[in-house]
Structures are given as C-alpha cells and as structure tokens.
C-alpha cells in the first residue's frame, strides 16, 4: 500500500501536513538561540536555581525478594509522590537527566524557582526542605531512599510553586521561575543598550 493510499482508508495526517511549530517567545524553546547579551547578562548576573525534582505524578511500587516475597509496599492504594530538591545555577537543564533513571516511571524538574544568588537560593532550599518535612509528616509519608521524601498523593505542583515563592517573600527577596528570569535579563540587555547610546 502507499502512503496515500494508507492516508485516505484511515483518515491519517501526514508530517507535511501538521502546522509548522514556532515558539512564541525565547524564554523555554529558544532558549539556546539567546543573543551573545543575553548569555552575558546571564552570566554576570549570577542566578542561582533551586529545583524541585519528582515523579509526574503519585507512584506504587511493590518489591520483592528473589523468592517472590513481598518485601517493601511504598504507595500501595494511596499512591506516593517522591521529590526531593536539587540546585543549579545552569540554565539549561542539568538536573532532570541526573535523575530520571527509573525504568518505569519519569523523574525530573517539575519546579524551577531562581534566586538572585547561590547564597539566597541555599538560604530558600533550606526552608523549602522544611516545607516538603511537614508535607510528608501531614500526608503520613512513607521513608524514601536518596534524599527522596513522600509529598503525599494530592499535591498541587503550582500551589507548591506558589508557596515557595511566598517563603521568598518572607526571607526578603524576589525569586523568578524561567519564564520571568529570561523577561528580566531581557529587561537587562535593553537597559544596557539604551545606556550605551545615551553615553
């Protein structure tokens, strides 16, 4: 059978025939075709990211030993949603390869919350650590390897944004998420520019 014919017996779209993708800013897609100013500005400002590293969603997961007993139940009818914090200062991101090597489930950066500076971004994670301690500790966690804790089955990944950038507020500074970092530095390459020719 042809391509053509195969299209029209089931209706099919081909590749050639999808709208053409074009991002509508270059805060995420684009990112690597920033401009030589914008990397700059990047760079010298510094920024320092706090990540929050997960599952997509609530997991079960059974285990057992070679003889096919049921040694360890994490999640079981509740499910239970993994996370931990992890800490770049890169744009690109580094953190989610580091982590996603579960064969059967995805785990990477569900949360990316920029500081103005390492040392605000450590004095952020260490209080967000205490948040994600009382979300287990409410939710009846289950104790996780590697740095992982249990945020419970019902979590709210934008609420949990929210709440991170509202300690923010509280230890005294401004944080951004990618889309208000790259808008910022862009605010920065203009305002240089517009100093250069007023100079």
């Not at 285990?63 to 914090?85: E, K, L, M, Q, S």
């Not at 103005?116 to 289950?142: F, I, K, N, P």
Request: hydrophobic letters at 40%.
């Amino acid at each position: 059978m042809t391509i053509q014919s195969l299209r029209t017996q089931y209706g099919l779209t081909t590749a050639a025939e999808l709208p053409p993708g074009k991002p509508t800013d270059d805060h995420a897609q684009t990112r690597v075709r920033w401009s030589r100013e914008k990397k700059h500005a990047f760079r010298e400002m510094g920024p320092a990211a706090l990540c929050i590293v997960a599952t997509d969603g609530p997991v079960s997961v059974v285990t057992y030993d070679t003889g096919g007993r049921v040694i360890g139940r994490f999640g079981h009818n509740r499910g239970c949603w993994p996370a931990r914090i992890a800490a770049t200062a890169a744009w690109e991101d580094n953190i989610s390869g580091a982590y996603d090597k579960n064969p059967f489930v995805r785990t990477g950066v569900q949360i990316r919350v920029w500081c103005g500076d390492e040392r605000r971004r450590d004095r952020l994670a260490e209080a967000v650590t205490g948040l994600l301690a009382e979300m287990s500790e409410e939710a009846m966690g289950q104790v996780l390897r590697s740095g992982f804790i249990d945020m419970g089955p019902e979590v709210d990944m934008s609420l949990l944004e929210m709440r991170i950038h509202d300690i923010a507020e509280r230890l005294g500074f401004g944080v951004w998420d990618d889309e208000g970092l790259s808008a910022w530095l862009d605010e920065i390459v203009k305002r240089e520019a517009r100093r250069r020719v007023g100079r």
